[in-house]
């Protein structure tokens, strides 16, 4: 190599030294991390191997597991050669090409997926089939895997939407599967008579976390469940949409008392349910979901007088039937005193119901609030108000007050809370001011989510956000029905408009042929990743012009579609 090679590569060096100065690995910083490490090779492959590899593999930097989430088996073996220190995770759950594609040799790589390099597979759990399950699962090199996503991400209508009997055979029977850690089963249907195969499985003996989400294990499977061995080594379960009306072998039978994380929403259990859980061994619990659940004033306080749960970091009782009564003696309670998010949104609060909030401790401690109102109902400007003061606007990272009056003077507030990260405000009679408040807050620079429904901004307030100097980190913003017309969504289009932006909603507004015309020229537009226009005076031969020539680089929806 000569000394013109020499300098740049010991210019390299340094820069991954400086890339690598911290504990901890950033990794917004990996594409960074591997232009360095292809350039090296490129340079001089031998030095890489001398000199990089031995350096990357001593750092004491906590490197992210997984380090990167890949597609195709070839990219993992690829990237591991460059980093052999990193684990991956590896998505199949979306596999367009045949899996018959794939070379089929069994052990440790079969269909040609490194294994040893793998710490997380995601699998369709219904699309894939049963011998590609078996063959995966009965490979050694699947105990490096600590993490099984088994989802159903395309229901079956062959067997009524659940995961057919072989392929759950399949998962049973696996012999490698003794090393997992955190298994999830998403949609997959299963019932109370297919669960004890499950429990027996290899893929049990060690988990740590697994969720069932949306299956139909019922009451008895909930009993076979945390009465099982399994449940023992449990820190996390997820049993959201289960069917399970009956809560009491919590209280009586189980041995799941290490978990740190139940999610119960989705299941009819009422108040008796939440009192079986007040007095239930669950000592542990710090983060709970009873959203959707018909949980009441009598149930509520049976948990805020539990002897036995601790008062937890993270509540979600959204969707119940709570009432100002409950909530106010919750909200003085000790069981609040943890308390780091809750969402109270859409219970059975009276106009004023929010207000039993204010005053309470645990205002100022709070990182995330939901707040949302249900119905008609409006919570009042001086309540909002009154509320929004109390937050630690240093704190407060996510704010759902949608259905309640915020106004100017509550957006101003708003505007002060330097780590937001996500904020709805549908409905909120907000004011023009009100979002030029938001649109001109240099606090917001961290805001990523944006929603404000049914607001009527008009096109004054969408000019305002759209070439706002401060909103550079939003991602996501949802403008329905808001009375904008061209003039709005033609400042969406111009270079420099929030350019991070993928996600933009204008359903419902009044956006018609010039603002169409400006959408199919822009080149701002084509960095979305999501657009929806439905609802808006484009015309049905503008509306298909624009998915047809947009739909390349994004997904895009401008005609309502029925069935």
Known sequence: ???????????????????????????????????LVHEAIRLDPHGYEQKWLPYLEGSRIEWPVPFATLQ?????????????????ALDLQHRV??????????????????????????????????????????????RYVNELCFDALQPDPRWNDELPPENLDALCRGKYLHNIERLTLRKNGIHTTQLPALLRSRAMQNLKVLILERNNIGNAGLRDL???????????????????????????????????????????????GAEALAASKLQKIET?????????????????????????????????????????????????SELVHIDISHNDLSESGVGALVGAPMLQQLETLGAAGSGQLSTPLDITVRLLGQLDPSKITALNLSGSTVGEDGAKLIARMSSLRSLKLNGTYITEEGVLALANAPNLGNLEVLELHKNNIGDAGAIALATSPYLTNLRKLSLFNNQIGDRGMIAFTRDGSLPNLEFLNMVSNHIGEDASRAILESEAIRRLHELYLVANPLGSGRA????????????????????
Request: net charge negative; glycine share 6%; proline share 6%.
């Open 1 to 35: 190599m000569t000394t013109g090679e020499t300098m740049p590569l010991d210019k390299l060096f340094g820069e991954l030294r400086s890339l690598l100065s911290g504990k901890v690995f950033d990794p917004s910083d990996r594409d960074k991390l591997l232009d």
């Open 97 to 142: 090409r045949s899996w018959e594609d794939l070379p089929s040799e069994d052990g440790e790589h079969p269909f040609g997926i490194p294994l040893e390099h793998i710490a997380e597979l995601r699998l369709d759990s219904i699309r894939t089939r049963a011998n590609t399950l078996s063959t995966l699962f009965n490979s050694p090199g699947m």
């Open 72 to 88: 195709d088996p070839k990219t993992v073996e690829n990237w591991s050669t460059l980093l052999p220190f990193a684990t991956f």
């Open 544 to 563: 298909r012009e624009l998915e047809r020539v947009l739909s390349p680089y994004m997904r895009i929806t401008c005609i309502q579609r029925i069935g």
């Open 288 to 336: 709970l979901s009873l959203a959707y659940c018909r949980v009441g004033d009598r149930g509520l306080n049976a948990l805020c007088n539990s002897r036995t749960l601790r008062p937890p970091r993270t509540l979600d009782l959204s969707s119940n039937r709570i009432t100002r009564a409950a909530l106010t003696t919750f909200a003085s309670s000790d069981w609040t």
């Open 226 to 272: 945390v009465t099982s061995p399994c449940a023992e080594k449990l820190r996390v379960l997820g049993l959201r949409g289960n069917n399970i009306t009956d809560l009491s072998p919590l209280r009586q039978q189980a041995i799941c008392t290490e978990v740190e994380s139940l999610e119960l929403g989705g299941n009819l259990f009422e108040d008796a």
